[in-house]
């Protein structure tokens, strides 16, 4: 059974840091695509960023320069490290794992698994 499990959410203060973890088990995604999404109250789900099985990354505008992925393959877990975080960054963030096709890696509906999602939250 395959199963992906956040953690490393939490409250912090605005311009504070938080890295999240998502370790995956019952198979091996060293070639797949990771992602981490987002979704505030009454919002839909956002990405954040992507990291494809060779490295390559790709954030939402709102995250660059804040934000990295990075990925550890021996572990089959991918990080987020959020640093000057900001009240709008609020969000249960989860993560996901596929084989989209390059033009679909930021849709949520093209990533195959998902994490039971971390709460992140920032106070002004």
């Known amino acids: 059974q395959v199963q992906l499990v956040e953690s490393g959410g939490g409250l912090v203060q605005a311009g504070g840091s938080l890295r999240l973890s998502c370790a995956a088990s019952?198979?091996?995604?060293?070639?797949?695509?990771k992602a981490w999404f987002r979704q505030a109250p009454g919002k839909e789900r956002e990405f954040v960023a992507t990291i494809s099985g060779s490295g390559s990354t790709y954030y939402v505008d709102s995250v660059k320069g804040r934000f990295t992925i990075s990925r550890d393959n021996a572990k089959n877990t991918v990080y987020l490290q959020m640093n000057s975080l900001k009240p709008e960054d609020t969000a249960v963030y989860y993560c996901a794992a596929g084989w989209p096709p390059y033009s679909r890696t930021t849709q949520a509906n093209s990533y195959d698994y998902w994490g039971q999602g971390t709460q992140v939250t920032v106070s002004s």
């Open positions: 019952g198979r091996t995604f060293s070639n797949s695509y």
